[in-house]
Nanobody, 120 residues
Framework: VQLQASGGGLVQAGGSLRLSCAVSGGSGSINDMGWFRKAPGQERELVASITRGGSANYADSVEGRFAISRDNAKNIVDLQMNSLQPEDTAVYFC???????????????WGQGTQVTVSS
């Protein structure tokens, strides 16, 4: 299973970016998908997650500014980031929880990370 993230970059405060993550390979069923971020000197934190049915959950710090979505047919999860602020600067990672037939637990798979830098 591979997760390929794209869409990071440099943007001025107040700007927008859209991250995308495509899941490929494997034969399991993708359940929850999400985006995490890690800023220098800080712990990795959950930014947003979305269930297979489309229910989304956001960190308080991004609520109302970010929107997560997914395309189950294409195995893609996107993160639309608006009103970006310098404190949003971090490496962003996508994650997918995958279940395989005959097992009763999920496997966590991570993307390689994409840098988002917001200048003031």
């Amino acid at each position: 299973v591979q997760l390929q993230a794209s869409g990071g970059g440099l943007v001025q405060a107040g700007g927008s970016l859209r991250l995308s993550c495509a899941v490929s390979g494997g034969s399991g069923s993708i359940n929850d998908m999400g985006w995490f971020r890690k800023a220098p000197g800080q712990e990795r934190e959950l930014v947003a997650s979305i269930t297979r049915g489309g229910s989304a959950n956001y960190a308080d710090s991004v609520e109302g500014r970010f929107a997560i979505s997914r395309d189950n047919a294409k195995n893609i999860v996107d993160l639309q980031m608006n009103s970006l602020q310098p404190e949003d600067t971090a490496v962003y990672f996508c994650k997918a929880k995958i279940a395989y037939s005959g097992e009763h637990y999920f496997h966590d798979y991570w993307g390689q990370g994409t840098q988002v830098t917001v200048s003031s």
